[in-house]
T-cell receptor
Framework: GNSVTQMEGPVTLSEEAFLTINCTYTATGYPSLFWYVQYPGEGLQLLLK?????DKGSNKGFEATYRKETTSFHLEKGSVQVSDSAVYFC???????????FGSGTQLTVLP | DTAVSQTPKYLVTQMGNDKSIKCEQNLGHDTMYWYKQDSKKFLKIMFS???????INETVPNRFSPKSPDKAHLNLHINSLELGDSAVYFC?????????????FGQGTRLTVV
């Protein structure tokens, strides 16, 4: 079946530090890949997505590249802000699966 | 004009009670979901409905019963609440189809069973 493995947290960084949150997946075929963000007390929001190999999703300074050869979709940001503190979820959707498969989430805390 | 709205946002109740959580989406999506998020933030799908038809029913106690009166609504009824049911429950919706199918989530309902 499909699965998503995320880097375990929590991750604590200082403001303006570089962020990487690793995500690898297992799926048959060609899934679509997503990063969702959950701010404290809120629901999940789509952060970015990529639908095919070598696609790069980007939003709010975050980027992730769909790497089929390494089955990865790592999230990066060059300079994090305190407001980026949240839980980040990697997810995949394979056309036939009819649901999103989520990773376990990574808590990010950015200190001023 | 919230896309996916669920009520209530907080629910505190005693063990043994029966409660319902309501969800509505105004995105015109044909698929709706219920997810449970535990205290470690792990998300687990519970149910999925497509055009009012149940398509995913994960291993969930039968005390949990979803009901979809129409494509825009998916309610969750829980009988005989137990302490272990305490969690945040998220409703979501998506447009079902091959390829990119991102989901839109509600704000969550924090259920506390005492």
């Amino acid at each position: 079946g499909n699965s998503v493995t995320q880097m375990e947290g929590p991750v604590t960084l200082s403001e303006e530090a570089f962020l990487t949150i690793n995500c690898t997946y297992t799926a048959t075929g060609y899934p679509s890949l997503f990063w969702y963000v959950q701010y404290p007390g809120e629901g999940l929001q789509l952060l970015l997505k990529a639908t095919k190999a070598d696609d790069k999703g980007s939003n709010k300074g975050f980027e992730a590249t769909y790497r089929k050869e390494t089955t990865s979709f790592h999230l990066e940001k060059g300079s994090v802000q305190v407001s980026d503190s949240a839980v980040y979820f990697c997810a995949l959707n394979q056309g036939s699966a009819r649901q999103l498969t989520f990773g376990s989430g990574t808590q990010l805390t950015v200190l001023p | 004009d919230t896309a996916v709205s669920q009520t209530p946002k907080y629910l505190v109740t005693q063990m043994g009670n029966d409660k319902s959580i309501k969800c509505e989406q105004n995105l015109g999506h044909d698929t709706m979901y219920w997810y449970k998020q535990d205290s470690k933030k792990f998300l687990k799908i519970m149910f999925s409905y497509n055009n009012k038809e149940l398509i995913i029913n994960e291993t969930v106690p039968n005390r949990f019963s979803p009901k979809s009166p129409d494509k825009a609504h998916l309610n969750l009824h829980i009988n005989s609440l137990e302490l272990g049911d305490s969690a945040v429950y998220f409703c979501a919706s998506s447009r079902q189809g091959f390829g990119v199918t991102e989901a839109f989530f509600g704000q969550g309902t924090r259920l506390t069973v005492v």
